[in-house]
């Protein structure tokens, strides 16, 4: 039980003026097709493109999506019976990964304060979330994506409590229309002896994803696993053997803190590396454990802000220069957006001024980490550590097409020189002007235009509401 003595700093009650704790009664979720946003032909025309393939940058370029396919790159195309979206004074890129996000906390990115953090706001919460609070939280951190330019997603949903929160949080992920991959996981604080549920990991598995993808194609599925600081290394060890047996994506969380718990030279011996384990943080790695994941091809999720806010195993600039010496796969994430923005511009650049050697140190004669580099990292790089290398992440033809369009003329950003410098070091969430998810528009114009934005936020802060109330002490609201 919280002590309400003890708790005296309150959420701005003005926040939540007018909002009346619900009663939340679970609805069923049914699987079905994307909404009906329709994908169009469009033309994206006169745009700087920053392809991330071997193209490179092209100062001016057109790009036709039909169907969406990328279809073509290059300047003034021919596009019969397309529309054309004017990118004159624009960057197009490909949209942005993200590799590892817990979405259905994202209605408690403010319950935390001073002394108050992460773990303490989660731990106090996250029995108290039903399955329509994991749908307001998950479609809330949806939608906030895609107004970014984050066109994909790897849910790490590690507090999947029954079977109804799963499918409330695929209800969330159909309606959003963004790409995704969903990790089903544990129940947040089970006894560390028990296994995770695989029965309802195989009733998702079978009803969502029996074609191996759902929701005409966007979302796929996986496993994340609690590893060996939250389970008995023998449970830990049955539960990698038992989702490795059924194909899955693996994720898992490796240490921000000494001791490693997480020993790649062990793993490549039992055969667990490889593209489909993706391991995140990972601080207190060892250079050999480095080269076990370069050799086996086994990506990184490097969670900037969180590597910094958590991690206790020294400087992540080292942790991530390491990495990067031995050619792992590193892209970038957000753990939870109470302890980092869901803002790939902020982590690219937060990335990008941290990447640098320093003296006294064995990154001393290492290269600087690199514009271009922190963008691929954002994108073709998370790409490739979801195993949607082949899907999108990049300009290319023939991929889907998942692009965003960044105004050069904003006053934060103008005057562009170097595209990807501009990017990374000056651009917003603000300055994104389009976002197309598949061919689908849901942002256009600066403003989004896929999603019922004021019912989105009033639900959230609904859930918020009912969960703080229920939660008491200092979480409680202001006159409880």
């Given amino acids: 039980m919280l002590d309400r003595r003890t708790f005296t700093r309150l959420l701005a009650a003005t926040a939540l003026a007018g909002v009346t704790a619900p009663a939340i009664v679970a609805p069923a979720f049914a699987q079905g097709a994307a909404p009906g946003t329709a994908r169009g032909t469009y033309v994206i025309r006169n745009g700087a493109v920053i392809t991330v393939d071997k193209a490179g940058v092209l100062p001016r370029a057109d790009i036709l999506v039909r169907d969406g396919r990328i279809e073509a790159v290059g300047p003034d195309l021919a596009a019969t019976g397309a529309e ?17 996000y817990h979405m259905w906390s994202a209605v408690g990115r403010n319950f935390v304060g001073d002394g108050f953090g992460y773990f303490a706001a989660k731990n106090a919460t996250s029995k108290l979330f039903e399955p329509a609070d994991f749908y307001n939280s998950v479609m809330l951190g949806l939608v906030e994506l895609a107004n970014a330019g984050v066109t994909t997603v790897h849910n790490w949903s590690h507090n999947t409590r029954t079977a109804a929160h799963a499918d409330a949080e695929l209800r969330a992920h159909r309606e959003s229309m963004l790409r995704a991959l969903y990790s089903h996981g544990q129940v947040d604080q089970m006894p560390r002896n028990e296994l995770i549920d695989f029965a309802s990991i195989d009733r998702v598995q079978r009803d969502y994803f029996a074609k191996g993808a759902a ?3 966007l979302v796929t599925y996986g496993v994340n696993l609690r590893g060996g600081s939250q389970s008995e290394e023998a449970v830990y060890h049955q539960e990698m053997e038992i989702a490795r047996k059924r194909g899955l994506w693996i994720a898992i969380h490796a240490g921000q803190t000494p001791p490693n718990r997480v020993f790649a030279e062990d793993y490549e011996k039992r055969g667990w590396l490889g593209p489909k384990l993706l391991i995140c943080h990972y601080l207190p790695a060892s250079d050999a454990d480095a080269q076990a994941m370069a050799r086996t091809g086994t990506p990184l999720s490097f969670a900037t802000h969180s590597e910094f806010r958590l991690g206790r195993a020294g400087d992540p600039r080292d942790a991530l220069l390491r990495m990067r010496r031995h050619n792992v796969l590193i892209s970038l994430s957000f753990d939870a957006n109470s302890i980092a923005p869901p ?7 937060f990335t990008w001024n941290m990447g640098i050697p320093w003296r ?4 001393e004669k290492l290269p600087e980490v690199t514009f271009r580099e ?3 990292m954002a994108t073709l790089n998370g790409a490739k550590a979801l195993g949607l290398g082949d899907v999108t992440g990049s300009i290319t033809v023939g991929k889907r097409a998942d692009i965003i369009l960044i105004r050069g003329n904003d006053i934060n950003i103008a005057p562009v020189a170097d595209i990807e410098a501009s990017v990374v070091q000056s651009a917003m969430p603000s300055n994104v002007d389009t976002v197309l998810v598949d061919g689908r528009i849901v942002k256009r114009g600066g403003r989004l235009v896929a ?14 509401l009912r969960i703080r109330t229920a939660a008491g002490g200092r979480l409680a609201p202001a006159g409880r």
């Fill in 84 to 100: 054309t979206i004017d990118a004159t004074d624009m960057i197009v890129m490909p949209g942005f990964v993200d590799t590892h």
């Fill in 215 to 217: 929701f005409d194609g």
């Fill in 343 to 349: 803002n790939m511009f902020e982590t690219m650049r």
């Fill in 360 to 363: 006294g140190t064995p990154t």
């Fill in 374 to 376: 922190v963008i691929e």
């Fill in 451 to 464: 999603y019922d934005v004021d019912k989105v936020v009033r639900e959230a802060k609904a859930s918020a």
